[in-house]
């Protein structure tokens, strides 16, 4: 059973920093890519970052490009979520997802379809 479970959102100002964490059960969660999207209020779920099973390749959507990093622990099953410089439009609760695998070697994928496990989410709000 792979349980993936975020925690580390929160209510920030504009330009404020949070960083999400994504704990995930099983010991194959090093040998899988696992990604971050989110859902705001009344849009679609939307690509935000992913990382290959090694982390040697990362992904990120033009909207948080420079601003959020993507980084993994395997030894710690987690991978992390580093925002900085967010703005309202950030709001919207964040999901991690684990991706293809084992040992994917492919393009990371940016497409919800191609992730099947899923976290509940956390609530990320930016307020300006």
């Known amino acids: 059973q792979v349980q993936l479970v975020e925690s580390g959102g929160g209510s920030v100002q504009a330009g404020g920093s949070l960083r999400l964490s994504c704990a995930a059960s099983?010991?194959?969660?090093?040998?899988?890519?696992i990604a971050w999207f989110r859902r705001a209020p009344g849009r679609e779920r939307e690509f935000v970052s992913a990382?290959?099973?090694?982390?040697?390749?990362?992904r990120y959507a033009d909207s948080v490009k420079g601003r959020f990093t993507i980084s993994r622990d395997n030894a710690r099953n987690t991978v992390f979520l580093q925002m900085n410089s967010l703005k309202p439009e950030d709001t919207a609760v964040y999901y991690c997802?684990?991706?293809?695998?084992?040992?994917?070697?492919?393009?990371?994928?940016?497409?919800?379809?191609?992730?099947?496990?899923w976290g509940q989410g956390t609530q990320v709000t930016v307020s300006s």
């Open positions: 099983g010991r194959t969660f090093s040998t899988y890519a």
């Open positions: 997802a684990r991706g293809p695998g084992p040992y994917y070697s492919g393009d990371v994928p940016a497409v919800s379809h191609e992730y099947g496990y």
């Open positions: 990382i290959s099973w090694g982390g040697r390749t990362t």
